[in-house]
Structures are given as structure tokens and as C-alpha cells.
């Protein structure tokens, strides 16, 4: 069994994903995670299920997918703070400028923010959005702010976007989401 697989085995992580275009890396991010040993539970946005199907993520993790804050677990705790309890690492990949802005100020519309609310783990994010969103002051202060609290970042590369611009924004390679998440675990 190599290091790596080690690392990650039997680790809970909630695969936060968001409407940005890259929200199809996520099934290579969740396939990837649980073949290293996680347990991967993908929570994903209205936004992002109009990206990827969840039952892409749900085979690929061998877990429900979660997306709807109204629609959830059987049981009488509320799903959302039953996956906050369970995990080791919530993991937002991609992050979009309005998942940030959620999480830096403590809002709570949907399921995604309400576990990032609830949950006691360390929160790690990915941004992914055009290069001047990114840029836009309220987003800068919105990182800002979320690295004082003390959230983990995995920093966006530079490419062609997207939209078409060339520039910083990019999802990090999957390679290096993975590699942030072993280190994480790592040195934990």
C-alpha cells in the first residue's frame, strides 16, 4: 500500500462543488480522492448540478450526492448537520466568487454554506472564476478574510479561461488539489 493511498484512508471529506464551468473536474477530483481511500460525500449547488449530473459524482464517490437543502436524510437530525459532524475536511473545488462571499459572511442559503456553517472541520478552498471577478476588490477581502479565520487554499492557475480571457482563475490542477489534500492530511 503506498504513503499516499495511507494518507487519505478512511479520512471523510465533503466535496463542496459550485457553478463554476470547472465543476466537471469534480468527478476527477472524487474519483481520484476515493481511490486513494477517502470517503468522498459531493455536496453540490443548484448551480453546479446545471454543470455535472449528480449521479456522476454519486458513482464515482459510492456515496449520495447531496444538492438540496429541503431535500434531505430519513433521519431526524438534518442531513446537512450530520455530513458537518462526519467530516475530516470540507473541500469547496471549485469555489465561485458567490460561494466565497457566503462563507466570509456567514450566510447560509443553501445546502453547501448551511454544512460550511455547521461544520467543525477545516474548510479548504479552490477558486475557479474569471480573472477579474477574482480580482474585484470584494472578492479580495473575501479571501482575505477567510485566510484570517484560517481556511486552506488551493491558488488558482493562470490560463485560458472559460470565458475566453487568458489569465489568473483557473481551477488548480486536479493533480495538485490532490497532492494539497494528502499534504493537509499529512501533517495533521
Known amino acids: 500500500m503506498a504513503d499516499n493511498y495511507t494518507v487519505l484512508e478512511g479520512r471523510t471529506i465533503v ?6 464551468i470547472a465543476a466537471y473536474k469534480a468527478a476527477d477530483i472524487t474519483s481520484r480522492l476515493t481511490e486513494k481511500g ?30 438540496d437543502l429541503w431535500k434531505e436524510g430519513q433521519g431526524w437530525q438534518p442531513g446537512h448537520i450530520d455530513l458537518a459532524d462526519q467530516a475530516d475536511l470540507l473541500l469547496v473545488a471549485p469555489a465561485t466568487a458567490n460561494c466565497i462571499a457566503l462563507f466570509a459572511h456567514g ?14 472541520a477545516p474548510v479548504m ?6 480573472g477579474k471577478m477574482l480580482a474585484h476588490p470584494a ?9 484570517e479565520r484560517g481556511y486552506h487554499f488551493i491558488e488558482p492557475d493562470s490560463g485560458m479561461l472559460a470565458c475566453g480571457y487568458e489569465g489568473q482563475g483557473k481551477l488548480a ?9 494528502e499534504a493537509f492530511f499529512a501533517s495533521s
Do not use: F, K, W
Request: charged share 10%; aromatic share 2%; hydrophobic share 50%.
Open 139 to 147: 472578492t479580495q477581502a473575501n479571501l482575505a478574510l477567510l485566510r
Open 107 to 120: 450566510l447560509a442559503p443553501d445546502l453547501l454554506s448551511s454544512i460550511h456553517l455547521a461544520t467543525p
Open 15 to 20: 466535496l463542496g462543488i459550485t457553478g463554476s
Open 38 to 67: 477517502a470517503r468522498v460525500y459531493p455536496v453540490m449547488t443548484a448551480s453546479a448540478c446545471q454543470i455535472i449530473q449528480p449521479l456522476t459524482l454519486q458513482t464515482l464517490a459510492r456515496n449520495p450526492v447531496a444538492y
Open 125 to 130: 478552498i479552490a477558486p475557479a472564476m474569471n
Open 173 to 181: 490542477a486536479v493533480d495538485r488539489i490532490i497532492e494539497t489534500v
